[in-house]
């Protein structure tokens, strides 16, 4: 209709009658189902409640002034509005009042500010095309040693260290998990960088700790005093826990603390710049930055593609692999067909109606390791672009504010992913990378893997596969119930010994089992205990298997 005002005033049905106010508020109501509802309709239903809690506040009943209209407009605040102003200035001085830089600050408003305006991040097939022709590091060819020294002097290599691993039971770094005999991570990656400075030169390391993880990864360094001489860390930036019932600031006054969470690792590039690290790096002539995560051993620093990265001139790459059919539900590379920008899909940004082609391996072929290349003067220049921010998709957890107690109030945490920063550089690529510079640990399942003979140690101390593996690690797939946490992992492999998994393309435990030293798995095997009692399997070798413990 018109947008005039007079025209709106003589189009006001007649509240006063019973039939016509049932049907405005059904409107309302119905407007704020599909608003929650239907994501592409989200935006647009706020609009239209807003309009209609507008329009009954207008109206002279005292009634709908005091109900339907004022919740009408807190619909479209929840629904499709944009920030309130006071809850913005409130979360600002929060998060200021902890110390947390002005970097910190605009990062976290603009993922709350998604939040508030109901934004999904939902990805359309229909707006993506494949990612093909990407180059290949087996392709690569060897580096000029001339160019060795030159290219290590700009080049600083930093490992993202911030998790506790609480998913596993733990309370502490995760880093700090024994891998290897009794190597942790930590001591894997100083090894590393250790090796690397003897064989191939000089080159600056970093960690970003969290503010849970920083005194660990402290301490368990001393033994490694080089590693921690000058500026060797950057410390995560924290964030406020949002009330998912008022959209403000969680409180908790039983455990303050609490009332934080970390950003994700999308964080490195606020905290590298409102730290001021990003300044001293490119003042000391650092050009290069390779990031990996700290659970991930095969991702090492590699002169090929370092010079590979050098010599494209891109602004950002990621290292990528090869999706198999263990990979399918997982987040995947596109190119948005309306700028050619590369990007990242992951599952919670698929409609239901686009899963057959997020799962389709060929179609979309690689996914993304989490290793990174990236040109800290381009990261400049795109902080620069954008008020000090790097643009990158909100991803909302919903929680309970205290993690122990899931009676406490609902909470959204917001975080963002690094690797999702490709769609924001300016020239930015991908490389194939074999399965050797991907060997994360996120679950119990994927600790008994790589502390298994399916990866070995190279002698730069590098986590790969077995030969026997031919390039495919097996699948570990172990009851939730019994082997979510580090706990219920050793008792598994109570006996002291890991079992031989090299020639295992896939185990199964289901149940409470516990493995006998001495005990080989090969091709497909599952073990089950249909009862509540700890039962071990004598040791052997078992092949293509389903075995039913009690009576093994």
Not at 149 to 163: A, D, P, W
Request: net charge neutral; charged share 25%.
């Amino acid at each position: 209709g018109s947008t005039g005002a007079s025209n709106r005033r003589q189009r006001m049905p007649n509240l006063n009658n019973p039939a016509v106010l049932a049907l405005c508020v059904a409107m309302c109501a119905c407007t704020a189902l599909a608003a929650t509802t239907c994501p592409p309709l989200r935006h647009r239903g706020g609009q239209a409640i807003g309009q209609i809690g507008s329009f009954l506040r207008s109206a002279h009943i005292p009634a709908l002034k005091k109900g339907v209209a004022p919740a009408a407009e807190e619909c479209m605040r929840l629904k499709g509005g944009a920030a309130d102003a006071a809850v913005v200035e409130e979360i600002s001085s929060l998060m200021k009042g902890e110390g947390l830089s002005e970097s910190a600050v605009k990062a976290f408003l603009q993922a709350y500010e998604a939040l508030v305006s109901g934004q999904d991040g939902m990805i359309l097939e229909s707006t993506i095309e494949p990612a093909t022709g990407l180059p290949n590091q087996r392709d690569l060819k060897a580096v000029d040693e001339g160019k060795v020294k030159g290219l290590l002097e700009q080049t600083v290599v930093l490992k993202l260290n911030g998790g506790l691993g609480t998913g596993m039971g733990l309370e502490q770094a995760k880093s700090l998990l024994k891998v290897k005999g009794d190597d942790t991570f930590l001591d894997f990656i100083a090894k590393q960088v250790m090796s690397f400075r003897k064989t191939s030169g000089n080159v600056k390391s970093m960690f970003m700790n969290s503010f849970s993880t920083s005194a660990d990864t402290k301490a368990a360094l001393k033994d490694y005093g080089e590693l921690t001489a000058g500026d060797w860390e950057v410390v995560q930036n924290k964030v406020p826990k949002i009330d998912q019932a008022t959209l403000k600031p969680a409180k908790y006054p039983a455990a303050p603390v609490k009332e934080w969470c970390p950003p994700g690792h999308g964080d490195l590039y606020p905290s590298l710049a409102g730290s001021g690290v990003l300044k001293k790096l490119l003042d000391a002539g650092i050009k290069y930055m390779f990031v990996s995560n700290s659970d991930n051993l095969g991702a090492t620093l590699d002169l090929n593609l370092l010079s590979f990265f050098a010599e494209s001139d891109k602004s950002f790459v990621m290292e990528v692999a090869e999706r198999t059919e263990a990979d399918k539900k997982g987040g995947h590379l596109a190119i948005r067909t309306s700028d050619k920008h590369m990007l990242l899909r992951e599952s919670a940004q698929c409609a239901e109606s686009d899963e057959k082609a997020f799962q389709d391996v060929a179609r979309h072929a690689f996914f993304n390791t989490n290793n990174l290349w990236i040109r800290l003067d381009k990261l400049q220049e795109v902080l620069e672009r954008n008020d000090g921010v790097v643009p990158l998709p909100m991803i909302k957890n919903d929680k309970t504010v205290d993690p122990s107690d899931s009676s406490s109030a609902k909470v959204f945490q917001l975080e963002t992913a690094m690797g999702a920063a490709i769609e924001s550089f300016d020239n930015a690529g991908a490389i194939v990378v074999g399965r050797e510079r991907f060997a994360p640990v996120k679950t119990c399942a994927d600790l008994l893997r790589v502390r298994s003979d399916a990866y070995v140690v190279t002698d730069d101390f590098r986590l790969i596969l077995a030969p026997e593996c031919k390039g495919i690690p097996p699948t570990v797939d172990l009851d939730s119930k019994v082997y979510k946490k580090v706990s219920g992992l050793d008792r598994l492999l109570e006996g002291g010994e890991v079992p031989s998994l090299k020639g295992c393309s896939k185990l199964s435990v289901k149940g409470k089992v516990i493995l006998s030293p001495g005990t080989t798995f090969k091709g497909k095997v599952s073990l089950t205990n249909p009862t509540d009692d700890w039962v071990t399997l004598k040791a052997g070798t078992y092949e293509d298997a389903e075995i039913d413990v009690t009576k093994a």
